[in-house]
């Protein structure tokens, strides 16, 4: 019913730069907090990035100084510059968003399909 596409994932060196993109589309009523999370192999997934409707934002300490968040809410975007990459950023990178669905009842948590970091000399 609701679809999150990310882009922007590739092969950077260290020290580059990449900018992540996760639009929402399909049946939405509204959108609250958004984030991005990544799961490297062998570790768990964990919490990268996140931000509320109101542009409130939360780092993990690894990314603090090198990530920023941030929301189009006109385009149901939400968006991750990654700036400085570190080998030990590899991973998949997954976007997550609270939706109000119809009819309108319940918030639900829906997930991208993943894009693919690799931070590599």
């Known amino acids: 019913q609701v679809q999150l596409v990310e882009s922007g994932g590739g092969l950077v060196q260290p020290g580059g730069s990449l900018r992540l993109a996760c639009a929402a589309s399909?049946?939405?009523?509204?959108?609250?907090?958004m984030g991005w999370y990544r799961q490297a192999p062998g570790k768990q997934r964990e919490l990268v990035a996140a931000i509320t409707s109101g542009a409130s934002t939360n780092y993990a300490d690894s990314v603090k100084g090198r990530f920023t968040i941030s929301r189009d809410n006109a385009k149901n975007t939400v968006y991750l510059q990654m700036n400085n990459l570190k080998p030990e950023d590899t991973a998949v990178y997954y976007c997550n968003a609270g939706v109000l669905v119809p009819p309108a009842a319940f918030e639900y948590a829906f997930w991208g399909q993943g894009t693919q970091v690799t931070v590599s000399s």
């Open positions: 399909g049946r939405i009523v509204s959108i609250n907090a």
